[in-house]
């Protein structure tokens, strides 16, 4: 049996242990989503426990249809687009997450992730520069190793949208890092070590997650 249908059966049954260690599974993958889409640790901490508790609202309700997974990053992504246009300045405008970055809702506002590294930190501001779908994506791709299969079954979005927001989004992300380089060589030295500057920004997530450590659930 998938563990996480084990831990939720417990977690219904009353074992509110069963449920801190499901949550535990999945808390460092929802804490790494909302990080770079928010401007402070305190607004990805409160998405973080509002998904949480959204999830133990609803566990209830959950039938098996699909993974766990994907039914905690489908409640992740309803309250981050609630976030983002309760936090939009237009509130009355329909928002299209196609053309909207994160930079586009608070323009001097900066990530709340800081690396020590400019090249990791250039990746970082990059791309909360590029349309929130394709960023969505490009970091599930880059920070989670996901696959455009795998993150169509996580969004349950079709595969060949995935793929082509993956491609447009690299191509923005490379169009982005060229306008915040500071000189050819910073450009050169973040473009050919992409994979490497995102494990070392992935590393720093988990140490700060890990600190924070999983929300708690209720009965």
């Excluded at 309700?61 to 309250?79: D, Q």
């Excluded at 981050?80 to 909207?100: M, N």
């Excluded at 969004?155 to 793929?163: A, D, H, K």
């Excluded at 050919?192 to 720093?204: F, K, Y």
Aim: proline share 3%; charged share 30%.
């Amino acid at each position: 049996m998938d563990p996480d249908w084990e831990l939720l059966s417990a977690w219904r049954s009353g074992d509110r242990g069963a449920g801190e260690r499901l949550v535990k599974r999945h808390f460092g993958a929802i804490a790494r989503f909302f990080r770079n889409k928010v401007s402070s640790e305190h607004d990805a901490a409160d998405l973080v426990s509002q998904t949480f508790l959204e999830c133990t609202k609803a566990k209830d309700g959950f039938r098996g249809e699909t993974s766990f997974k994907r039914f905690v990053f489908a409640i992740a992504l309803n309250v981050l687009r609630l976030y983002i246009r309760t936090k939009h300045k237009r509130q009355g405008e329909a928002l299209d997450f196609g053309a909207l970055c994160v930079k586009d809702l608070a323009p001097s506002s900066m990530s709340s992730i800081v690396m020590r590294r400019r090249e990791a930190q250039l990746l970082v501001l990059a791309l909360r520069e590029i349309p929130l779908d394709q960023q969505i994506v490009l970091e599930l791709n880059i920070f989670e190793g996901l696959s455009g299969r795998e993150i169509s079954e996580l969004l349950s979005v079709p595969e060949g949208t995935v793929r082509g927001r993956l491609r447009l989004g690299k191509e923005q992300l490379r169009a982005r890092l060229a306008e915040l380089a500071r000189s050819p060589a910073e450009l050169q030295a973040t473009l050919t070590d992409l994979e490497g500057w995102a494990a070392s920004i992935r590393r720093a997530l988990d140490r700060d997650d890990g600190d924070a450590g999983p929300a708690a659930t209720g009965s």
